[in-house]
Nanobody
């Protein structure tokens, strides 16, 4: 069982940066692939980024690659999402997710249905 709590959301101007944090409970955190998804009002949940259990492999949505960076610290049971050059279209609730699934993350980690555990979300609002 993994419980996830996101933090770090807020209001930022376009071009600014935010760093989201996801704190996980449970001794098996280091065995889980971690992902970030987002959902804007009236839109479907959208994949942002994922990171393998060891932290060596990362996978990004094409539209966010180069602006967002995912990382994890297994000693602290934490996964981070550094977001730079934010745009108004990045406004959404951002969710952290975890799954014990194995295999190359580029094959499946962009599908929200692959994740077993979810946080409550943190709101990110980017003003123009």
């Amino acid at each position: 069982q993994v419980q996830l709590i996101e933090s770090g959301g807020g209001l930022v101007q376009a071009g600014g940066s935010l760093r989201l944090s996801c704190a996980a409970s449970g001794r098996t955190f280091s065995n889980h692939v971690m992902g970030w998804f987002r959902q804007a009002p009236g839109k479907e949940r959208e994949f942002v980024a994922a990171i393998g259990a060891s932290g060596l492999t990362k996978y990004y949505s094409g539209s966010m690659k180069g602006r967002f960076t995912i990382s994890r610290d297994n000693a602290k049971n934490t996964v981070l999402l550094q977001m730079n050059s934010l745009k108004p279209d990045d406004t959404a609730v951002y969710y952290c997710a975890a799954t014990p699934r194995i295999g190359p993350i580029s094959n499946w980690a962009d599908r929200w249905s692959e994740y077993d555990y979810w946080g409550q979300g943190t709101q990110v609002t980017v003003s123009s």
